[in-house]
């Protein structure tokens, strides 16, 4: 059974920092594309931050500079570190695991990131 479960959301105020983990159990870590996503109120959900198998990273435009993804492949955890968080961050953040090797998709079940003061 695959399960990806995300922690470290809350409240924070704006240009505070927090740190998102994913933890991944039944998938081989290593031969998936792992990223976070987020989904803000009425909006659709949006790429953020992704590592590839080779460990490629690849953001979005409004996070660069500010977040950084890596990953553990051992302990098969994803992390985001979001830096001088802004109220237009506020989002439900979801974490991925895609492969196109394996035609698999999976998605946690999310965690809520509120930036206000």
């Known amino acids: 059974q695959v399960q990806l479960v995300e922690s470290g959301g809350g409240l924070v105020q704006p240009g505070g920092s927090l740190r998102l983990s994913c933890a991944a159990s039944?998938?081989?870590?290593?031969?998936?594309?792992m990223g976070w996503y987020r989904q803000a109120p009425g909006k659709q959900r949006e790429l953020v931050a992704s590592?590839?198998?080779?460990?490629?990273?690849n953001y979005a435009e409004s996070v660069k500079g500010r977040f950084t993804i890596s990953r553990d492949i051992v302990k098969k955890t994803v992390s985001l570190e979001m830096t001088n968080l802004k109220p237009e961050d506020t989002a439900v953040y979801y974490c991925?695991?895609?492969?196109?090797?394996?035609?698999?998709?999976?998605w946690g079940q999310g965690t809520q990131v509120t930036v206000s003061s």
């Open positions: 991925n695991g895609a492969s196109t090797t394996f035609r698999a998709d999976y």
């Open positions: 590592i590839t198998r080779s460990g490629s990273t």
């Open positions: 039944g998938i081989i870590f290593s031969l998936y594309t």
